[in-house]
């Protein structure tokens, strides 16, 4: 099988590449079916997704590939606001143009999602069924690419996740241990709840999904609804760092830094699709936290 993984450098397609590597995720082994895949990881410097041009010689010059994964993304939540049709280059335009390069060539494609595309008003987790209408240009880009992609490509897997760190790359996780250890103070948005997700198990669903014929969208999120502040909290306790905890509301966060996106107060998931097809193996955020703040000496890049 020949695989191509775009947004390789980033924080999933480090965990693909990581289990495509030793075929083992930390929650459970790979599926027979990648033995021996050959696997194509590109980033920005070799494929820039929101170039059709590029796509399209890409796959005629190194493909045919049977499967497309999708990892490329504009993610900086606030700078989505200051540069929307950026992002929407990137986030929706770069989807399409991999959904459309997948359906010419008879490859599978997943692409991935965010909670960020549901309001978060009422405290309701949210499954693949439910209405969404994005608040920020961040949820509004990827968003389109949802709707780019379904349009494309008739073998496309839509996979929302949330909340993701990964060892390699910047994210939450280390942001609060560095905050923490640096400046001896976290002040942390204590209304806003979802779910915290690590880009390893994520990976390891995808791989299960991606080895079906189950089309469609997938919610696949680590179980249990936090806050931002009691996630921070976790993590800074979690590495035994002791510090300041300051917990703010999203209207106190937004007068400190008033360019930040707006933010769904709620957005947690349901994996309703995933444990109706292949099974939601996805563990509670905390022993997944756990694992990571173990497992990051060692893996951090
Ligand atoms: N991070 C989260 O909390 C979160 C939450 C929900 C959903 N998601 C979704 O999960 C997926 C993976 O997220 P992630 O955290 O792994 O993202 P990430 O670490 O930011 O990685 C994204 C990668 O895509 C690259 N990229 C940006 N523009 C590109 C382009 N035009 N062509 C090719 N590559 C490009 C980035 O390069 P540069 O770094 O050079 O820009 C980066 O290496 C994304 O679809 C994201 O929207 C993430």
């Known amino acids: ?40 990881y590109v980033d920005y410097d070799d494929l820039d997704i929101s170039d059709a041009v590029a796509v399209r010689t890409w796959l005629d010059q190194h493909g045919p590939y049977q499967l497309i994964i999708n990892c490329a993304a504009i993610t900086n939540v606030d700078g989505c606001e200051r540069d929307e049709a950026g992002a929407y280059r990137v986030n929706a335009m770069g989807a399409e143009n991999l959904a459309r390069a997948a359906e010419s060539s008879a490859a599978k494609f997943v692409h991935v999602s965010t909670d960020y595309v ?9 499954t693949e069924d439910d209405a969404v209408r994005p608040i920020s ?13 379904r ?28 905050l923490a250890r640096e400046a001896g103070k976290i002040s942390v948005v204590a209304d806003q709840y979802g779910n915290p997700t690590s880009a390893n198990d994520l990976a390891y669903e995808i791989l299960k999904i991606a080895a079906t014929e189950e ?31 300051e917990s703010l509301t999203s209207a106190e966060y937004k007068q400190r830094f008033p360019q930040s996106a707006d933010r769904p107060a709620f957005s ?32 951090e890049g």
């Open 1 to 40: 099988m020949k695989i191509l993984v775009t947004g390789a450098r980033g924080q999933l397609g480090n965990e693909l590449k990581r289990l495509f590597d030793t075929m083992r995720a930390e929650i459970g082994s790979i599926d027979n079916v990648y033995v021996n895949a050959e696997v194509d």
């Open 151 to 178: 349009s494309s490509c008739s073998r496309a897997f839509i996979v929302r996740t949330a909340w993701l760190y990964g060892y390699v790359g910047k994210n939450f996780v280390k942001t609060m241990m560095r």
């Open 268 to 299: 947690s998931l349901e994996n309703k699709h995933l444990a109706n097809t292949v099974g939601d193996e996805m563990r509670p955020w905390q022993d997944a936290l756990a694992d990571y703040l173990k497992n990051l000496p060692e893996l």
């Open 137 to 149: 240009a961040y949820g509004r880009t990827k968003w389109a690419g949802e709707v780019l992609v």
């Open 118 to 126: 549901f309001p978060g008003v009422d405290p309701i987790s949210r």
């Open 215 to 245: 089309y469609g969208t997938y919610h696949a999120t680590n179980k249990g609804t936090c806050s931002w502040f009691d996630f921070a909290c976790a993590i800074v306790d979690g590495v035994g760092i002791s510090c300041e905890k």
